[in-house]
T-cell receptor, first 117, second 114 residues
Framework: GAGVSQSPSNKVTEKGKDVELRCDPI?????LYWYRQRLGQGLEFLIY????????KSGLPSDRFSAERTGESVSTLTIQRTQQEDSAVYLC???????????????FGPGTRLTVL | AQSVSQHNHHVILSEAASLELGCNYS??????LFWYVQYPGQHLQLLLK??????LVKGIKGFEAEFIKSKFSFNLRKPSVQWSDTAEYFC????????????FGQGTELSVKP
């Protein structure tokens, strides 16, 4: 596609429910990143994928958060037993690589606004 | 741990005023530096980036930034702002040995009065 797409654009859920957020990266981009942006704050790194593997999961805030990527394409971020503090905009980005020697531009999607009641 | 600090949360300027947004980072190793911009209702997009070489980098829409290694700074500048520059600006750092992840500052909201 022309850019990174995310769905849904908005999600309202009740505390304790599970949610799945989807990211479709730019075609051919091997690296995929998830970030979270709480109201009035900067973006927090959650996890990144190189291909289908996740070399760095250090930003996942708890074991309620998990992510997977299949076919070096779509990624899903799952939050189990949602809590009110999970309310945020979840952003996905992709880039052509995640190499040590080069910093390829990350292209961001529009985000999913998650509200936990 | 790495961190990025943006000194101003909200800046209000009149058109034609000069702009400088501060950004400092804590990491001491080799870094790449970025400024991203988010216009109202739009996605985050890259404004400019520094990899190596000339520490003064130029980006889109007349923006530039200067990397000062000794000060761990990467301040964003524009000589004359326009109303259309109203947006939120994020500084980000990537360290060379930590893959591609970006560490972001908390953002600076710029409001330009016509």
């Amino acid at each position: 596609g022309a850019g990174v797409s995310q769905s849904p654009s908005n999600k309202v859920t009740e505390k304790g429910k599970d949610v799945e957020l989807r990211c479709d990266p730019i075609s051919g981009h091997t690296a995929l990143y998830w970030y979270r942006q709480r109201l009035g704050q900067g973006l927090e790194f959650l996890i990144y994928f190189q291909g289908n593997s996740a070399p760095d999961k250090s930003g996942l805030p708890s074991d309620r958060f998990s992510a997977e990527r299949t076919g070096e394409s779509v990624s899903t971020l799952t939050i189990q037993r949602t809590q009110q503090e999970d309310s945020a905009v979840y952003l996905c980005a992709s880039s052509s690589a995640a190499t040590s020697g080069g910093a390829n531009e990350q292209f961001f999607g529009p985000g999913t606004r998650l509200t936990v009641l | 741990a790495q961190s990025v600090s943006q000194h101003n949360h909200h800046v209000i300027l009149s058109e034609a005023a000069s702009l400088e947004l501060g950004c400092n980072y804590s990491y001491g190793g080799t870094v790449n530096l970025f400024w991203y911009v988010q216009y109202p209702g739009q996605h985050l997009q890259l404004l400019l980036k520094y990899f190596s070489g000339d520490p003064l980098v130029k980006g889109i829409k007349g923006f530039e930034a200067e990397f000062i290694k000794s000060k761990f700074s990467f301040n964003l500048r524009k000589p004359s702002v326009q109303w259309s520059d109203t947006a939120e600006y994020f500084c980000a750092v990537r360290s060379y040995n930590q893959g591609g992840k970006l560490i972001f500052g908390q953002g600076t909201e710029l409001s330009v009065k016509p």
